[in-house]
């Protein structure tokens, strides 16, 4: 199988590493998309723009919202976000990397709440 050139947008995130998809594959379509824009607004240029469509996609994710990512794959994100929330303001990046993190944690309601708080800075 060829390995795909990816854009820098989908690799060079400063705090979790792999690609988006990695933790999207195991989310519903609706999550997986929060998920991507959020992990990926910040690189594309579009940031406004981006994190309007990750509040779009939180806003309308099915009830309940079950994405079965695996324990090891969130455990993996936690420990490369801990260090980062924890040494760093709540500039938009860091409101972004806790988004991700509560989103995959199924804390919904708190990734709506932090996406907003970005819009909010970036507007």
Known sequence: ????AHLPHYTCHPV???????????CDFTTGNCLKYLWRCAFKGQLLEDLVKSADYVRNLPAPCTPIIP?????RLGA???QF?????????WLTVAAVMHLVRRQHQDAADLINIAIGRVS
Request: cysteine-free.
């Open 80 to 82: 490369e976000a801990t």
């Open 16 to 26: 979790f590493s792999g690609e988006p998809i990695d933790v999207a594959q195991y």
């Open 71 to 75: 324990q090891s794959v969130v455990d």
């Open 1 to 4: 199988m060829t390995e795909l």
């Open 85 to 93: 929330l924890e040494d760093h303001e709540s500039d938009v990046l």
